[in-house]
């Protein structure tokens, strides 16, 4: 059992780094014409960018699919687990909390707005940080800084 919690807590964390260069190098570089539209106001309940969770939940739902169905499936599905607490991280603190999809979810607790503050950034500049949780609690650039405290 704790093999399996073991698993899922590190495919957790190792999402954040998926995530961080999966937004820098393929949602910033060569899915641009798709990932632009997260960083323009939205006009309606959805964007374009939305097709993303949407594609990596598919792919997660496929994966524990298919470690059910195998006799020996558990490490696998220690792996869509640890991805799904991911998603459902993701999903409630950048989407519902940080671009306000849920108006009434508000928090005070300071290392979420500090992750807030760090994300409203990147969208300001379209640099780092590029992560949501780990990268956003690192410093910022120093030039980023600068421009920050002259907005």
Do not use: C
């Not at 519902?96 to 994300?119: D, G, Q, T």
């Amino acid at each position: 059992m704790i093999q399996y919690v073991a698993i899922a807590l590190v495919a957790f964390v190792m999402m954040e780094f998926v995530s961080y260069l999966v937004h820098r190098f393929v949602y910033h570089k060569i899915l641009w014409i798709v990932h632009k539209s997260h960083h323009t106001p939205r006009t309606g309940l959805f964007e374009l960018n939305d097709l993303f969770p949407v594609a990596f939940a598919s792919l997660t739902i496929l994966l524990i699919g298919y470690a059910v169905s195998l006799p020996d499936g558990m490490d696998l599905l220690a792996l869509g687990v640890g991805i799904t607490m991911y998603g459902a991280v993701y999903l409630t603190i950048h989407d519902l909390y940080v671009h306000r999809r849920m108006k009434s979810l508000s928090f005070k607790i300071p290392i979420l707005l500090k992750i807030k503050k760090a994300h409203m950034v990147h969208h300001t500049y379209g640099g780092e940080p590029y992560g949501l949780l780990l990268f956003s609690l690192r410093q910022m650039p120093a030039e980023q800084a600068a421009k920050e405290q002259n907005v």
